[in-house]
């Protein structure tokens, strides 16, 4: 761009520009359908999770964003570029982490990444800079010339990754990245996504953690039966389940029973002087919740929100939880 033009900025309320985009994207395996005309719109430099049960479609999906394989039916662009037109333009902008990791045993970590730059084609002396840049990134430049063969999980996981970004990809596709680790290792993980889309890199995210999704990802769709059932942020998923209340616990029985009478559908528990309210937990409600009580002259020791996780998502909106129809959420503003 010449230095006299200036970019247009982004006015409020539009959307970021997408890393990764479908429409309708259709795949089937003879008479099984995997994935039913799908939509997706990631923005850039932003963390996107696919949450589904084994067998909803979120492999399937990964590869053919990646170009592994053809979807039979829909569209989709990665990186600014067509999946089917111009799959080298894809390939060339995106890095991908498989469920296992894709390690020769037999080499070092560092001769592991640099035959990934060779593999890129990068130059000798490049490709020797950036393995040593990433050997520092990923904490496994002190075993840089031990085999892949000798190191856990968690470090093999690290290098995968790495190997991953050895083009310097814009968009990264991460499948079940942390499959088999433990916690620490996981989190470990979880501090090195933030610090790529920190850095401008898109991921594109599926787990089967669902702690993973809520700690992580912008938004999260939920696939199942080859269709997005519902799409949103954590928050905005939780609140479409039923489940949220506010807890009020007194040490004055005269207190409780008083409140009991200003919320009689509240759940009651006698043995703890605590009352169970239905809400959605938003500022509103509490704010409403609170005057109902003052207005009474009643003063509760302690008051906590509890809304439903990720878990209670996942369980009412896929197989045979409580959802029967796709369910699509409403879109915020970034």
Do not use: C
């Not at 990923?138 to 050895?166: C, Q, Y």
Request: avoid cysteine.
């Amino acid at each position: 761009m010449p230095s006299s033009v200036m970019p247009t900025p982004r006015q409020a309320g539009t959307p970021a520009p997408a890393a990764v985009s479908a429409i309708g994207l259709r795949k089937a395996y003879g008479d099984k359908t995997v994935l039913d005309g799908i939509d997706l719109y990631i923005p850039a430099g932003s963390v996107f999770a696919l949450l589904g049960p084994n067998g909803a479609g979120k492999t399937t999906t990964v590869q053919i964003l990646s170009t592994l394989i053809a979807a039979d039916g829909g569209q989709a662009q990665v990186a600014g570029h067509d999946v089917a037109a111009a799959p080298d333009r894809v390939r060339s902008a995106i890095g991908v982490t498989g469920q296992f990791a894709a390690l020769d045993d037999l080499l070092t970590a560092e001769e592991n990444l640099l035959l990934m730059a060779d593999l890129l084609r990068l130059g000798k002396r490049e490709g020797k800079a950036r393995a040593g840049e990433l050997l520092e990134r990923f904490d496994i430049a002190d075993v840089a010339h031990k085999r892949a063969a000798t190191f856990s999980g968690g470090m093999r996981r690290r290098l995968d990754i790495a190997m991953t970004l050895v083009g310097d990809p814009q968009v990264i596709f991460l499948d079940e990245p942390t499959t088999g680790l433990d916690p620490r290792s996981r989190r470990t993980m979880w501090e090195m996504v933030r610090a790529l889309v920190a850095g401008g890199t898109t991921v594109f995210l599926t787990t089967q953690y669902l702690e993973e999704a809520d700690q992580l990802a912008d938004r999260i769709a939920v696939l199942d039966g080859g269709r997005i059932v519902a799409e949103g942020t954590a928050d905005e998923l939780k609140a479409r389940i039923p489940g949220s209340h506010v807890r009020l616990r007194f040490t004055d029985p005269a207190a409780y029973e008083r409140a009991a009478a200003v919320f009689p559908g509240a759940a009651r528990d006698a043995d703890d002087l605590a009352l169970r309210v239905a809400g959605d937990g938003g500022l509103d409600a509490l704010r409403g919740l609170l005057d109902r009580l003052d207005a009474a002259g009643i003063r509760a020791a302690d008051l906590s929100v509890h809304t439903p996780d990720l878990d209670d998502v996942f369980l009412a909106l896929t197989g045979n939880g409580t959802a029967a129809t796709p369910l699509r959420m409403k879109e915020t503003s970034r």
